[in-house]
């Protein structure tokens, strides 16, 4: 991945307007979170393939990041993101990674499935 | 019995950091080493550092580490269960139970390391060393093998006493540590700590201080 170009990022988003897309929506801050005393909770949620529509995406901030995906009836919306890749397969994968280069959040947009 | 020891752990590594020590041990005497992985670690969080694995590349990259990593250790045989990273306790118990079943039936283990239920700290340790206890189980009690279960839950000694086992890996410390740069998007961030002598130094609080010295197990005592 690269540090996140937001324009680069803003015209990908485009990309995705107003079609049927697979979106992997993530955070997370570890399974160990806890028991390393990192945290007195361990917190995370993720969705794979979730199929959504949205008619307006913006990437704003001044790093790390915020993405919101507006729908006809919600909104997707990440926070903390700090690094891009397009993938060989044209997918748009945003995270955010924390010091230690360990990722703390994902959104990643797909016209096809992700693999399970 | 002839001695075959069967791993079974649910992520690429899990082998490596909780019992690489004792699985050299065992090939280099000549012992051989089946290793059931149930998943490829695909939510896991480190992604090299610098960084060089994203989500979707990471369940590739570390199908890749786990192989390296188990030839460092000389396991035999890998077995992958395909599933998924952090969804083994919403699996169907049974039908995992029956898995591990014929894969112990096939291997006829003397031996099963796997994850301590309940004291393992993360859900899918829990959940598969549940499943494996729950196969080996279905056993006669003189058909079944021991198991060595492995446990690291902060308050364990508290609830299960002193380990049954505390095994001196300074021997393989090497090839245990081979391992842990096998997997490399995993262990970078922690390289440093081993490398610079923490985890020899006894007064050491660092978490890492016994991982290339001891490794602990507690024999599971069937009802
Ligand atoms: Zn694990």
Redesign the interface.
């Known amino acids: 991945m690269n540090p996140l170009n937001k324009s680069i990022v803003q015209t990908e988003l485009d990309r995705f307007l107003n079609r049927e897309v697979y979106l992997h929506l993530e955070t997370t801050n570890g399974a160990y979170a806890v028991h390393r005393q990192e945290s007195n909770m361990t917190v995370g949620a993720y969705i794979r393939n979730g199929l959504i529509r949205f008619g307006r995406g913006i990437i704003t901030g001044a790093g790390p990041y915020r993405v919101g995906l507006k729908m006809e009836i919600g909104w997707v919306y990440a926070e903390g993101l700090t690094d891009y890749e397009i993938d060989p397969e044209g997918r748009l994968l945003l995270a955010g990674h924390d010091q230690e280069g360990r990722l703390a959040v994902a959104l990643e947009l797909s016209l096809s499935p992700f693999e399970l | 019995m002839k001695e075959h020891v069967l791993v079974v752990f649910p992520h690429p590594d899990d082998e490596t950091f909780g019992c690489g020590g004792t699985i050299a041990q065992f090939t280099k005497s000549g012992v051989p080493v089946t290793y059931v992985c149930g998943t490829l670690g695909q939510?896991g969080?480190?992604?090299?550092?610098?960084?060089f694995a994203?989500?979707?590349?990471l369940?590739i990259i570390r199908e890749v580490e786990l192989e390296i990593a188990c030839q460092a250790l000389g396991i035999q045989r890998l077995i992958q269960l395909g599933l998924?990273d952090?969804t083994i306790e919403f699996e169907d118990p049974e039908l995992l139970t029956d898995k591990l079943e014929q894969i112990i039936l096939e291997v006829k283990p003397s031996l099963v390391l796997t994850h301590y239920p309940g004291h393992a700290?993360?859900?899918d340790h829990n959940a598969l060393g549940d499943v494996t206890i729950r196969a080996v189980s279905r056993l006669s009690p003189q058909e079944r093998p021991t198991v060595y279960a492995h446990a690291f839950?902060?308050d364990c000694q508290d609830q299960l006493g002193k380990p049954d086992i505390i095994n001196d890996i300074t021997d393989v410390a090497e090839i245990k540590l081979a391992a842990i740069r096998a997997h490399r998007s995993q262990s970078?961030?922690i390289l440093p700590r081993l490398s610079n002598g923490q985890f020899k130094n006894p007064s050491s609080k660092n978490?890492y201080n016994h991982m290339l010295t001891r490794e602990s197990f507690w024999i599971y005592r069937f009802l």
């Open positions: 939510m969080r480190n992604m090299g550092k610098p960084l994203n989500r979707e590349s369940p998924r952090k700290v993360h859900p839950a902060r970078q961030v978490s």
